[in-house]
């Protein structure tokens, strides 16, 4: 069966510090893969989504970049975090094979303080 | 373009009541339709789909319809449990690689 890991859980980190976010995958080949943030009490925003190494594609111009390095692996980073990077982390596949539907993470709360 | 409207939160019933939430969208071609359910402090969860119109989607005693006609996804379920508090979200399949989300609707059930 196919599970996906996002660490941490949850990063308080100062203004003007980096970030790193990891997300994997397991128990699928290559799969789509698609960062989204979540402020509190909102909807989805879709940051990136990858349809194969080294493919990624931005949805919102920001402070934020993604990078794959493996198939089954996708990061999240900034160079320096800004206040209005908190929010709730998610990480999502899909599968051409599973249809159109996304499987989530668990999810990383980033607090910049 | 494609869009997805759900109705405005938070919706407040108490136990065993029904339970209804709109969701209608507007695409092009024929989209499959999803609905999430997001519990607090967690990742969404697909709690049910549609691929073509008139199928039904079903678990966990949710149920919800594609009506082309109307071109709504209503969410249903006959007794809601306090379990059920959470945020429900409205999908629609954009294409290969990309969903179209509703604002989601925040379900709040009092014993």
């Not at chain 1, 941490?8 to 698609?34: D, F, I, K, R, W």
């Not at chain 2, 209608?24 to 119109?53: C, H, I, M, N, R």
Request: proline letters at 5%; glycine letters at 8%.
């Amino acid at each position: 069966s196919q599970t996906i890991h996002q660490w941490p859980a949850t990063l308080v980190q100062p203004v003007g510090s980096p970030l790193s976010l990891e997300c994997t995958v397991e128990g699928t080949s290559n799969p789509n893969l698609y960062w989204y943030r979540q402020a509190a009490g909102r909807g989805l925003q879709l940051l990136f989504y990858s349809v194969g190494i080294g493919q990624i594609s931005s949805e919102v111009p920001q402070n934020l970049s993604a990078s794959r390095p493996q198939d089954r692996q996708f990061i999240l980073s900034s160079k320096k975090l800004l206040l209005s990077d908190s929010g709730f982390y998610l990480c999502a596949w899909s599968a051409m094979d599973r249809g159109y539907e996304q499987y989530f993470g668990p999810g990383t709360r980033l607090t910049v303080t | 373009g494609n869009s997805v409207t759900q109705m405005e939160g938070p919706v407040t019933l108490s136990e065993e009541a029904f339970l209804t939430i709109n969701c209608t969208y507007t695409a092009t071609g024929y989209p499959s339709l999803f609905w999430y359910v997001q519990y607090p402090g967690e990742g969404l969860q697909l709690l049910l789909k549609a691929t073509k119109a008139d199928d039904k989607g079903s678990n966990k005693g949710f149920e919800a319809t594609y009506r082309k006609e109307t071109t709504s996804f209503h969410l249903e379920k006959g007794s809601v449990q306090v379990s059920d508090s959470a945020v429900y979200f409205c999908a629609l399949s954009y294409s290969n690689y990309q969903l179209i989300w509703g604002a989601g609707t925040k379900l709040i059930i009092k014993p």
